[in-house]
């Protein structure tokens, strides 16, 4: 990262922490394979399991339970093939999940049903409650519902443990997406009651390109990924040790991130106050639902998202305009739409979202930075 970039950009790819960098430099020197029997194998073995602890330390799962994959988009997608491959009927899906999700969903061949979110961005349990008993599961028509623990654009965290009860009582599975949430808040796969958990190192202090799939309840995987016996043949492959290694690490020093976070809501705060001040018709998306604590998704009506990153990055700020990993779409984000929003204001939110590196001073470059931005296209309009 350039050293004068004021990154505010965490949610889509979070700077790498200390711990994760020294952990993977380490893992770099190991020449071996983590199946091999020799000591040269075993040490990378120990690197990979002792990884594997701290994963499923971070989530209170058991570390027989944590898959590593190439990330959550992968974990994402071998719980929804293997969904189709046991021949689920149904995918009960939030409108506000990730393209990773909706995609793969999309692609399955099970038919996909939307669960509605308020305005606040929330799933409704009532919501969940009425689309199971028109569908009404059965043993030879089975469900698997899907909802996020926090959304990636707004931050606004689900009622999870109340979703996943409602769909086991109708005998469903339940999947949730805590890739945005690990690190952020606690995230208790057994308080939760998911089957399945997907996470993603990159999102949380460690490297791009690794991540993991958790189950709970007993769930089993139908690998993705078929070759050799690597992760008990739950996902074949030669690991990526350095990746690992560098998850592990991050997930052992997230829980330190979960003390920072109050510092984090802090900057948030600020930097929220400080926009209401310079402009009383902004708006912040899902403000008065519980919401994590680094991230503000925001927009003022009529200047485009698109237009103010750019504008922004000039002045050595890095933000998004909704959601990072779908940017591309010039229509706007699918989250706000979901959440009642007009396609005017989707073409204008933006998201800062704070990371253990930010400091108080960030805020004050960023209003800086985004009031000369700001002055300077309505100027030009
Ligand atoms: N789910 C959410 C909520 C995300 O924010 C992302 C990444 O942006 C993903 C899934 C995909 O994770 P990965 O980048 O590890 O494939």
Not at 151 to 157: A, F, K, P, R, Y
Not at 240 to 258: D, K, M, V
Request: hydrophobic share 45%; proline share 3%; aromatic share 4%.
């Amino acid at each position: 990262m350039n050293k004068t970039t004021i990154y505010l950009d965490n949610n889509a790819s979070a700077a790498l922490r200390p711990e994760a960098r020294e952990a993977m430099i380490a893992a770099l020197d190991i020449c071996g394979n983590a199946s091999s029997v020799h000591r040269a194998g075993r040490s990378a073995r120990n690197v990979i399991e002792k990884a594997r602890r701290q994963v499923a330390e971070l989530v209170n799962g058991a570390p027989g339970d944590v898959v590593f994959t190439s990330g959550g988009t992968e974990a994402i997608n071998t719980v929804i093939a293997g969904a189709a491959a046991k021949g689920i009927k149904h995918i009960l899906a939030s409108e506000i999940e990730h393209a990773a999700l909706l995609a793969a969903a999309r692609n399955s061949g099970i038919e996909l049903h939307m669960l509605r979110v308020d305005g606040g961005g929330r799933v409704l349990p009532d919501i969940l409650q009425q689309k199971l008993d028109a569908i009404a599961p059965s043993p030879a028509s089975p469900v698997l519902v899907a909802v996020m623990l926090a959304n990636n654009e707004s931050g606004v965290i689900q009622p999870i443990a109340e979703l996943a009860r409602i769909t086991h009582a109708h005998g469903g599975v339940f999947l949730c997406d805590a890739v945005q949430a690990a690190g952020k808040i606690a995230v208790d796969m057994k308080l939760l009651g998911a089957d399945y958990l997907a996470l993603s190192a990159h999102k949380l202090g460690g490297p791009q390109g690794a991540g993991a799939l958790v189950t709970g309840c007993g769930a089993d995987i139908t690998p993705l990924i078929r070759g050799g016996g690597q992760e008990r043949s739950r996902r074949a492959g030669t690991e990526n040790l350095t990746g690992i290694a560098g998850f592990g690490a991050a997930a052992g020093a997230a829980s330190t991130g979960l003390l920072d976070m109050p510092r984090m809501k802090k900057m948030r705060d600020a930097l929220e106050k400080q926009l209401k001040a310079l402009d009383g018709g902004i708006i912040v998306l899902g403000e008065n639902a519980p919401r994590l604590g680094n991230t503000s998704f925001f927009a003022i009506p009529g200047i485009k998202a698109e237009t103010l990153v750019i504008a922004l990055d000039l002045e050595n700020i890095a933000i998004s305009a909704g959601s990072a990993c779908s940017s591309g779409k010039s229509a706007g984000s699918h989250v706000p739409l979901a959440m009642g929003y007009d396609a005017d204001i989707a073409q204008a939110t933006i998201r800062v979202s704070f990371g253990w590196q930010n400091v108080m001073d960030d805020v004050s470059a960023f209003m800086h930075a985004f009031q000369t931005v700001l002055k300077r296209m309505r100027n030009n309009k």
